[in-house]
């Protein structure tokens, strides 16, 4: 069973446009929610991650939206770059980030000139 | 934030033979670390949870004969492929868990990308 659902599978968007990606999960045990951003052949590198106790983080162009009640979040690429262009990961877990991963299943963002 | 490396980047191996690949937490110790397996184009499946000082424990479905986990300090975990099989190629990352300006957050390895042939 997916612990994390993920949408879209795929996205493409034009340079300097808001790139949206959706994730919902079941556990309400979670508590630690990151994203991270996987380009081919690397390893996934912690792009945003959020807890609970807010409902929006921002870091640079990146910004995490939580909805506790509704139980989803997002992630908003503002301004994107054809180097955003990646596989972005959704995930969360339980033990404040201490516990292993539960991911989504991905979306592949394409920003083009 | 915290790095982790793993060694090796990629390895190809003849069909019946062993394979080491090293997780190593680098400027920060841990007691746990986490090894993942990714198929082409799919998400991250966790395998196995490496704990420093006791046995591993395995997610349903992976067989723990198969892939040996062993975590030998709080800094090194190594994930052993045994009699690898080409249905075994696959990229295997690990993560462990670091403490970033405070905060708990999980940090991943550049991957090891397997071919077996």
């Known amino acids: 069973q997916q612990q994390v659902k993920q949408s879209p599978q795929s996205l493409i968007v034009q340079k300097g446009g808001i790139s949206i990606i959706n994730c919902a999960y079941e556990n309400t045990a979670f508590d630690y929610f990151p994203w991270y951003q996987q380009f081919p052949g690397k390893g996934p590198a912690l792009l945003i991650a959020i807890r609970p106790d807010v409902s929006e983080k921002k870091e640079g162009r990146f910004t995490i939206s939580f909805n506790k009640s509704a139980k989803q979040f997002s992630l908003h690429i503002m301004d994107s770059q054809p180097g955003d262009s990646a596989t972005y990961f959704c995930a969360a877990t339980s033990g404040g980030g201490a516990n292993n991963l539960f991911f989504g299943t991905g979306t592949r963002l394409t920003v083009i000139p | 934030g915290a790095v982790v490396s793993q060694h090796p980047s990629w390895v190809i191996c003849k069909s019946g033979t062993s394979v080491k690949i090293e997780c190593r937490s680098l400027?920060?110790?841990?007691?746990?670390m986490f090894w993942y397996r990714q198929f082409p184009k799919q998400s991250l499946m966790l395998m196995a949870t490496?704990?420093?000082?006791?046995?591993?424990?395995?997610e349903q479905g992976v067989e723990k004969d198969k892939f040996l986990i062993n975590h030998a300090s709080l800094t090194l975990s190594t994930l052993t492929v045994t009699s690898a099989h080409p249905e075994d190629s696959s990229f295997y990352i690990c993560?462990?868990?670091?403490?970033?300006?405070?905060?708990?957050?999980?940090?991943f390895g550049p991957g090891t990308r397997l071919t077996v042939l």
């Open positions: 993560s462990a868990p670091g403490r970033d300006f405070g905060a708990m957050e999980q940090f």
């Open positions: 490496s704990n420093e000082g006791s046995k591993a424990t395995y």
């Open positions: 400027d920060f110790q841990a007691t746990t």
